[in-house]
C-alpha cells in the first residue's frame, strides 16, 4: 500500500520560511517522479514542483521558481520542499505526490493527506 505522509506546514509571516517533508513507503520510492502540489481555499489542484527518480532533474512552475526548492533523500524514502520568501498566495495545503509510473514524468498521481501551510502577517 501506497503511503504519503507530508508534515512541515504552518503558520508564517509574508517572506517567512518553512520546509516541508514527506515520508514515503509502500513503493519502491528511488524508481518514482515526484511532485509537489498544491491546492488554496476554493481553488483547484496546482502543480508545485517535480523531481526525478535520481533527484538530478528539478522543475518548478513559474509562481514559486526562485523562492521554493524541492529534494530528495532517496536512502531515507523522503521528499522535501524548502519553502522561502512565502507570499500571502501561498496559502494552501500542500501535497506531496508520486508519479502514475516509474522512470519517468508520468503525472503525479496518488498523493497524502497534506500539510497546511498559511501565510498571513
Known amino acids: 500500500e501506497v503511503v504519503l505522509v507530508e508534515s512541515g506546514g504552518g503558520l508564517v509571516q509574508p517572506e517567512g520560511s518553512l520546509r516541508l517533508s514527506c515520508a514515503a513507503s509502500?513503493?519502491?520510492?528511488?524508481?518514482?517522479?515526484m511532485y509537489w502540489v498544491r491546492q488554496a481555499p476554493g481553488k483547484g489542484l496546482e502543480w508545485v514542483s517535480t523531481?526525478?527518480?535520481?533527484?538530478?532533474?528539478?522543475y518548478y512552475a513559474d509562481s514559486v521558481k526562485g523562492r521554493f526548492t524541492i529534494s530528495r533523500d532517496n536512502a531515507k524514502n523522503t521528499l522535501n520542499l524548502q519553502l522561502n520568501r512565502l507570499k500571502l498566495e501561498d496559502t494552501a495545503m500542500y501535497y506531496c505526490?508520486?508519479?502514475?509510473?516509474?522512470?519517468?514524468?508520468?503525472?503525479?498521481?496518488?498523493r497524502g493527506q497534506g500539510t497546511q501551510v498559511t501565510v498571513s502577517s
Open positions: 505526490a508520486k508519479a502514475q509510473a516509474a522512470g519517468y514524468d508520468s503525472g503525479y498521481h496518488q
Open positions: 523531481i526525478s527518480d535520481g533527484g538530478s532533474r528539478t
Open positions: 509502500g513503493f519502491p520510492f528511488t524508481i518514482y517522479f
